[in-house]
């Protein structure tokens, strides 16, 4: 996406399009693999060194907010944002450390949402070892 279509889309959610949540959002739509916010201060840093980890934090929860970014609050240790806004869910490799998402139904989701309720947002998560530890392993 060009910097002219993300502004685009955070004034279309009211959020004022500065150049640090330009860039935190185009680096979570570019890197889809779960980063913490320490991650993303530390890429974001060296191309926009008056960049700080307060400014970082302040914009992912701009972006949660507005409903852009989802956290992933599948590590005790950190949070992990993930700019694929849709329902899905996600394995932590706890080998590796990798987040992978994979797809669950709303039907499926819904299951799980109790009589009554009304669901607006589905989060669904597993813990174990991915394909390529598993491999590594044997």
């Known amino acids: 996406m060009s910097e002219c279509d993300l502004t685009l889309v955070l004034s279309k959610k009211g959020i004022r399009p500065t150049q640090q949540r330009i860039a935190v959002y185009e680096y979570l739509l570019s890197h889809p693999e779960h980063p913490s916010a320490d991650t993303i ?7 926009y060194p008056v960049f700080s980890r307060t400014t970082i934090y302040n914009s992912l929860n701009t ?4 409903g852009l970014v989802r ?18 869910g996600h394995f932590l490799c706890s080998k590796c450390g990798k987040i992978y998402d994979f797809e669950v139904d709303s039907v499926s989701l819904n299951m799980f949402c109790p009589s009554g309720f009304e669901k607006t947002q589905g989060d669904v998560f597993f813990i174990g070892v991915c394909p390529d530890c598993k491999t590594f392993t044997k």
Request: some cysteine.
């Open 41 to 47: 201060y530390r890429a974001l840093v060296e191309k």
């Open 63 to 66: 972006l949660v907010e507005a």
């Open 71 to 88: 956290q992933v609050n599948i590590c005790a240790e950190e949070q992990h944002f993930d700019a694929t806004t849709s329902d899905h």
